[in-house]
């Protein structure tokens, strides 16, 4: 079966580190991808993790473990733009389609 | 350089009517894949389109069906609308091999 796990919502204060996580179990994988989605708009790339190990871009970073069906997003120096919600997503190694877990929704706060 | 183009933007349909979108992808893409995404859900693939043929499908019935053109955009259809058809529909294209996907804004279609 196909399943991605990621917290329904988070709460984190401006200035501050937050770190998203994300659980996968696929049927194949061929690399775990990360967006941003505001309310009503389309979700936007964040990333990209094929091999295990740490991506760094900017303030935002996303590491992966594909032993372990885990990847995290990391966002330093939160501004409240960054509040939205951000999906973690699966490409199926057989089909090239993207499994996308119901994202976690992220709330800046003061 | 335009991204993806998707109209309408918004649409109000009845039960057991018909819709159309459509799909212009990115420059340089050539496949197209259609998602549906419900009210605090994360996007769920219906399917996808290369060089005019679905080339895979998820789990959605046959009312739900597609086509693409010689120049790459693409067109999703829904036949006898539900009320849970209502959703925001997006479509995303990349470039076959590589590894890039880019999303439109979507269509909210609302069903009453």
């Known amino acids: 079966g196909q399943n991605i796990d990621q917290p329904t919502e988070m709460t984190a204060t401006e200035g501050a580190i937050v770190q998203i996580n994300c659980t996968y179990q696929?049927?194949?994988?061929?690399?775990l991808f990360w967006y941003q989605q505001h309310a009503g708009e389309a979700p936007t790339f964040l990333s990209y993790?094929?091999?295990?190990g740490l991506e760094e871009k900017g303030r935002f970073s996303s590491f992966l473990s594909r032993s372990k069906g885990y990847s995290y997003l990391l966002l330093k120096e939160l501004q409240m733009k960054d509040s939205a919600s951000y999906l973690c997503?699966?490409?199926?190694?057989?089909?090239?389609?993207?499994?996308f877990g119901t994202g976690t929704l992220l709330a800046v706060q003061p | 350089d335009a991204g993806v183009t998707q109209s309408p933007t918004h649409l109000i349909k009845t039960r057991g009517q018909q819709v159309t979108l459509r799909c212009s992808p990115k420059?340089?893409?050539?496949?197209v894949s259609w998602y549906q995404q419900a009210l605090g859900q994360g996007p769920q693939f219906i399917f996808q389109?290369?060089?005019?043929?679905?080339?895979q499908r998820g789990n959605f019935p046959d009312r739900f069906s597609g086509h693409q053109f010689p120049n790459y955009s693409s067109e999703l259809n829904v036949n006898a609308l539900l009320l849970g058809d209502s959703a925001l529909y997006l479509c995303?294209?990349?470039?076959?091999?590589?590894?890039?996907?880019?999303f439109g804004s979507g269509t909210r279609l609302t069903v009453v």
């Open positions: 993790n094929v091999l295990d």
């Open positions: 997503a699966v490409r199926d190694g057989a089909t090239n389609k993207l499994i």
């Open positions: 389109y290369y060089e005019e043929e679905e080339r």
């Open positions: 696929t049927s194949g994988f061929n690399g």
């Open positions: 420059s340089g893409h050539d496949t």
């Open positions: 995303a294209s990349s470039l076959t091999g590589g590894y890039g996907y880019t």
